[in-house]
């Protein structure tokens, strides 16, 4: 049974229509969409002098305001990530040196803490627009970006390095060039897995939100107006009604980026599914269904698919294939000896001034006593993926074996991944210091609540790349129960739950910086751990053990993906590729 990308063609439009009522619709969306943005971006020009706070107010009125703002730097911060991704991911893929570098690279990048990116970045941000707010808001947007991009690069990556051969085949058959292929076949291909991606990177931001909007570094406290403000300013006072007033706010803000985006980008994402072109459901999303009425829109869609020929056929416009080096193999191989060594050269001599500064500001036996708080960090983590791995991977394949009980479940997923931890951390607090709980063992769950949809995401992705006429086969061939799952289902889904496991693993560490340290009005848990010293530190402004703790922290997140989790991917990409 032929297999082929299918796509869903909306009816074309002819030159000249006259605009609809549904075109008047659409208008006053768009325009109430940006009006909302616009008005978010001027506030970020607003002049602002290091030291003097900005008055965060809690009365319910100002959190639409509030709510405007952070969905737009989270919106900015998404572009970027789209930018990187689509730049960096391509080149880790196609070559074996850049893979090298850029895959570790990414690895650490990915487990460095968001308050260690704030500490080193908020100094430069407002050295770079002095006496301006945009100082701050840049620094801010920088630490959302960090905490959507990794996500979607290995996303990207994965799906690039497990394209089906029988894809290049076809390829090869129509003569595509290095550049119409990767446009034509790869990025087709690569769509459903990184659209669910970016929901959950997108998601992943709102746990970060508030540290990225009410900073703290070097003893001093800025304020972005912003939902994430407005929920650090109620945990500090331990006001319980602007507690609820913001889960209602951010209720309402996810319900609507989920009507008024990421539901038509999944229904147009169907379109590029491996499946037969009867089995493609029909668009559901109510957005899509009205856009795809709109005159106007039909003849954008003329315009935009000319200008995409063009850059795709010209040959102005046309990339030259990659083509095997002609050099000598000798020559080549100097070239990735002189490589590797200028890599190791270069991690070296970083290492070296990285150990120079902590050594002359922390003794040996504290730089000890760090690495054994890593190891009890990193056996939470483990412990944390592990569970989480038996609970959502039968799950997440279920649901997306079902596209009907997809579109019904995944906002509900998409809200429980977006909401915040930190607006659970004052009942648990309460809790804790009620019954007299071990804050060791009650604080460790919250390391993972924010990471954990990392995998069902990339599971519910994978599930749902799974070609129709292999399910049928597997059907017909009466295979069921356990063999069902050791043949098709967890094969099927093996590199999407590695790739999810990934950056799971790697929030968790993130993430323990906020799960080790709990507070609600005056009460403060400290659990012990690499998080809490981060955050203590971070706090104070002590960056030689700051960059002990980020260093510790991102040492052994790489030798864990190098040893476990590269390992683990290198076997899927080999074994588990779907041709």
């Not at 991009?149 to 089906?164: D, E």
């Not at 659209?195 to 990225?212: D, I, K, Q, R």
Request: overall charge positive; charged content about 10%; aromatic content about 14%.
């Amino acid at each position: 049974m032929m297999r082929q990308i299918s796509y869903y063609q909306a009816p074309e439009a002819e030159i000249g229509s006259k605009p609809n009522r549904w075109d008047i619709i659409a208008l006053f969306l768009i325009l109430g969409v940006f009006a909302a943005l616009a008005w978010a971006a001027t506030q970020m020009k607003a002049p602002y002098q290091v030291g003097h706070p900005l008055p965060i107010s809690l009365d319910p009125s100002a959190l639409p305001g509030y709510a405007a703002k952070t969905v737009l730097r989270m919106f900015i911060a998404l572009l970027f990530s789209f930018l990187v991704t689509f730049t960096i991911a391509p080149i880790a893929a196609k070559s074996r040196q850049a893979e090298k570098l850029l895959i570790p690279l990414i690895d650490i990048l990915q487990s460095v803490p968001i308050l260690g990116m704030l500490s080193i970045t908020i100094v430069l941000f407002i050295q770079l627009f002095p006496n301006s707010l945009i100082g701050p808001e840049c620094a801010a947007i920088f630490a959302i970006f960090t905490s959507q991009v990794w996500n979607m690069i290995l996303s990207f990556y994965q799906s690039l390095r497990t394209t089906p051969k029988e894809l290049y085949e076809t390829a090869a058959m129509f003569h595509l060039s290095f550049w119409q292929r990767f446009w034509r076949i790869e990025v087709p291909y690569a769509i459903p897995g990184l659209l669910w991606n970016t929901m959950v990177s997108m998601s992943a931001g709102w746990f970060f939100v508030v540290a990225s909007e009410a900073i703290s570094v070097s003893n001093q406290e800025i304020m972005l107006p912003g939902i994430g403000s407005y929920i650090r300013v109620a945990i500090t006072e331990g006001n319980l009604p602007a507690m609820y007033y913001a889960i209602i706010a951010m209720l309402i803000v996810i319900f609507l980026y989920d009507q008024l985006l990421f539901r038509p980008l999944l229904t147009w994402g169907e379109r590029f599914k491996m499946d037969r072109v009867d089995d493609i459901h029909p668009p559901r999303a109510w957005v899509y269904q009205l856009l795809t009425k709109t005159n106007w829109l039909k003849f954008i869609q003329i315009i935009c698919r000319e200008i995409s020929e063009f850059c795709l056929n010209s040959p102005h416009c046309k990339m030259p294939s990659l083509h095997k080096s002609t050099l000598h193999t000798r020559y080549s191989k100097v070239f990735i000896w002189f490589w590797n060594g200028l890599l190791v050269f270069g991690v070296i001599c970083s290492s070296v001034l990285l150990w120079n500064f902590i050594t002359k500001a922390v003794s040996c036996v504290e730089i000890r006593h760090v690495f054994f708080l890593g190891m009890i960090t990193g056996l939470k983590v483990t412990i944390l993926i592990i569970i989480t791995s038996l609970i959502w991977v039968p799950i997440g394949i279920l649901i997306g074996l079902r596209p009907e009980a997809s579109r019904f479940i995944q906002p509900i997923i998409q809200f429980l991944a977006a909401f915040p931890a930190n607006l659970i951390y004052p009942l648990i607090v309460t809790v804790i210091i009620r019954y007299h709980l071990n804050v060791e063992i009650w604080s460790t769950p919250l390391m993972v609540i924010g990471t954990q949809w990392y995998i069902l995401f990339n599971i519910i992705a994978g599930a749902a790349t799974i070609p129709n006429d292999l399910r049928l086969v597997t059907k017909n061939l009466g295979v069921k129960n356990w063999l069902w799952w050791k043949r098709l289902a967890l094969p099927a889904t093996f590199p999407y739950y590695v790739t999810g496991s990934i950056t799971a693993a790697a929030g968790c560490w993130n993430a323990s910086i906020v799960a080790d340290v709990l507070e609600w009005g005056p009460h403060k848990l400290v659990a012990t751990g690499l998080g809490s010293y981060i955050s203590q530190y971070t706090t104070s402004g002590d960056f030689p053990r700051i960059a002990l703790g980020i260093g510790v922290m991102s040492f052994y997140v790489l030798v864990i993906n190098h040893l476990v989790w590269r390992r683990l991917y290198n076997y899927a990409a080999s074994r588990f590729t779907m041709e």
